[in-house]
């Protein structure tokens, strides 16, 4: 079993700024891809970002150039930093591992009011 521990989600204006983190077993982290992904009501889930063991990204259209993906391998951890928010960003953040058909986290909410 291969637990991501997600947390950074919440409340914010237009504009505003959050930063997503997720944890990931050492084992599993060095070794793969690690993707952002969201989910708004009503919408298919989709890609947000992604980072290989490399650092090498990858971002949706609708968020390149305003949210920033990374990792901190002595951590485990890979963050999204996200600004300029916009209302369309509203939506449950995933965090995912990138090996075989994928590890999933539970999900964060990140809403941004207009």
């Known amino acids: 079993q291969v637990q991501l521990v997600e947390s950074g989600g919440g409340l914010v204006q237009a504009g505003g700024s959050l930063r997503l983190s997720c944890a990931a077993p050492g084992s599993i982290f060095s070794i793969y891809a690690m993707g952002w992904y969201r989910q708004a009501p009503g919408k298919q889930r989709e890609l947000v970002a992604l980072?290989?063991?490399?650092?090498?990204?990858t971002y949706a259209d609708s968020v390149r150039g305003r949210f920033t993906i990374s990792r901190d391998n002595a951590k485990n951890t890979v963050y999204l930093q996200m600004n300029s928010l916009k209302p369309e960003d509203t939506a449950v953040y995933y965090c995912?591992?990138?090996?075989?058909?994928?590890?999933w986290g539970q999900g964060t909410q990140v809403t941004v009011s207009s």
């Open positions: 980072i290989t063991p490399g650092r090498t990204t």
């Open positions: 995912k591992v990138v090996a075989g058909t994928g590890y």
